[in-house]
């Protein structure tokens, strides 16, 4: 060999091994298809709301299936315990009086668990403290209230002869003034009279009126089923040359029973992406089998099925060296923010160290995000159900499962969080002390829909994916 190839091969070898890390990245991030996404989102949402153990979420349970299983992947269905489902099959809600306001409702929705009631007419009455009403003020009538109600004003209500119940939504900067954020009736087959979710704008109108002395008269119906039924929960496993492995999930529910394109269909649709990419590689060769398997699982029922998981795997729950919790990756109202929930669970710090060094590594970069943080424990998704206080109220062992949530929005209002000491990201564009949890303004509401969401800001779920991904080869992969 000549000196002059020998140094030009040097040089060669010097940028690859250089840039193999990256290569091996890239593999991965141009794969993800962001038409790939907006499709399983839109496929989701058009089989409706997949609650958990209701035909919909069976429905939900064999499209899930079926793709994983088109990719080769090894798949099995879990049956979750049984619980008190809720499907709202039809509904009809109309003004008859004022004529001028016939056109009025749009975007309202029927409440869960309300019961099936045939037509009715009946004039509307606002209350304004939902503790404190008269048999004569509601008899007959739907009740119309602008705040939350306990189950003693609603069983109030009903034993007082009131028809229906008109609930607006609450007056927040950014979301529900043309849509209904989603309230339910107490979990039960027994509810004589339903609710319906108004838009705080039409809410509002109605008040104006009665307020003015106009009656207000207006038509509805409902056909809903109350059943008991098994969430279905999903596991897709790409096989590993170890026992351990990673779990990449999501809840498959909408957990408001409305459309949930944001919550969840968008992790959902994450879960999937990173299957298909990742056992695309496998099998072309461009990547090796991982040293640890990768489970991919969807949810049932957000939290009740993840407690039947950790449950079910009480013996094993060594074997789960990670997991990655995707919930609403699909949109967000004021950042183009990806965030990594928990950093204060001292076991987590690794993993965190982790996601915090690609949020920065990437964020402004092309196909990337534009801000990456880490902020502190919230509460109240599938990934805290992995956590030794949770484990121990199961009674099971209190493993130290390292546990994330990967998300874009959540809430229906933004949220100033204290960032956990040392945790400050140099992703974050605010002040360093605070993380903001920036919201969507279809959180739990009948507009959660991907052309408001999912398909408006492609760019959160390709960003939540890639950076799942990236992590996982690291880990997996030892990338
Ligand atoms: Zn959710």
Redesign the pocket.
């Known amino acids: 060999m000549k000196t002059s190839h020998l140094v030009v091969f040097l040089i060669i070898f010097f940028f690859q091994s250089l840039f193999s890390q990256s290569l091996t990245e890239k593999k991965f991030t141009s794969n993800v298809s962001q038409r790939a996404l907006l499709s399983s989102v839109r496929e989701l949402v058009n089989i409706g709301p997949r609650l958990g153990g209701t035909a919909s979420g069976d429905k939900s349970v064999k499209y899930l299936s079926k793709k994983f299983k088109s990719l080769g992947l090894k798949v099995e269905t879990m049956e979750d315990p049984e619980h008190l489902t809720f499907t709202n099959q039809k509904w009809f809600l109309a003004v008859e009086e004022p004529k001028s306001l016939r056109k009025l409702i749009k975007n309202e929705w029927l409440g869960g668990f309300s019961p099936t009631v045939p037509k009715t007419k009946s004039k509307v009455v606002y209350i304004n403290d939902p503790g404190s009403f008269e048999k004569k003020q509601i008899e007959h009538k739907a009740v119309l209230l602008d705040k939350a109600f306990s189950q003693k004003s609603y069983q109030r209500m009903v034993e007082f002869g009131a028809t229906a119940v008109l609930l607006a939504s609450p007056k927040l900067a950014g979301a529900y003034s043309q849509w209904a954020l989603i309230a339910d009736l107490q979990e039960s087959e027994n509810n004589k009279i339903p609710l319906f979710n108004l838009s705080y704008g039409n809410g509002n109108r109605l008040k104006k009126e009665l307020a003015d002395s106009v009656p207000v008269v207006i038509s509805f119906s409902a056909q809903t089923s109350i059943d008991r039924g098994s969430p279905k929960t999903v596991v897709a496993t790409l096989k590993g040359e170890s026992d351990g492995y990673y779990l990449v999930c999501a809840?498959g529910d909408s957990?408001s029973g409305g459309p949930g394109a944001d919550?969840?269909a968008s992790?959902v649709a994450g879960v999937l992406e990173i299957a298909r990419v990742f056992n695309g590689l496998v099998q072309s060769k461009a990547l090796p089998k991982p040293k640890n398997s990768i489970k991919f699982i969807i949810w049932g029922s957000?939290i009740h099925s993840t407690e039947h998981y950790v449950k079910r795997n009480a013996k094993e729950l060594d074997r789960i060296l990670a997991v990655f919790n995707f919930?609403?990756i699909g949109t967000g109202a004021t950042r183009n923010c990806l965030y990594f929930e928990s950093n204060d669970v001292p076991h987590n710090e690794k993993l965190m160290k982790l996601f915090q060094k690609v949020g920065e590594e990437f964020a402004g970069k092309k196909g990337f995000w534009q801000e990456a943080t880490t902020n502190p424990s919230q509460g109240?998704?599938d990934s805290y159900m992995f956590f030794p206080d949770y484990l121990r109220r199961l009674n099971l062992p209190d493993v130290k499962i390292p546990s994330v949530t990967i998300y874009t929005a959540a809430w229906n209002e933004a949220k100033s969080l204290l960032q956990t000491q040392g945790w400050a990201s140099t992703a974050w564009k605010g002040n360093p002390d605070t993380v903001v949890v920036d919201y969507s303004a279809y959180y739990h509401s009948s507009l959660d829909i991907p052309e408001l969401t999912t398909d408006k800001e492609p760019f959160n779920m390709v960003g939540a994916v890639k950076a799942v991904g990236i992590v996982l080869l690291h880990l997996a992969w030892g990338k």
Request: aromatic share 0%; hydrophobic share 0%; proline share 0%.
């Open positions: 809840h957990d919550d969840n992790g957000e919930d609403e109240g998704t």
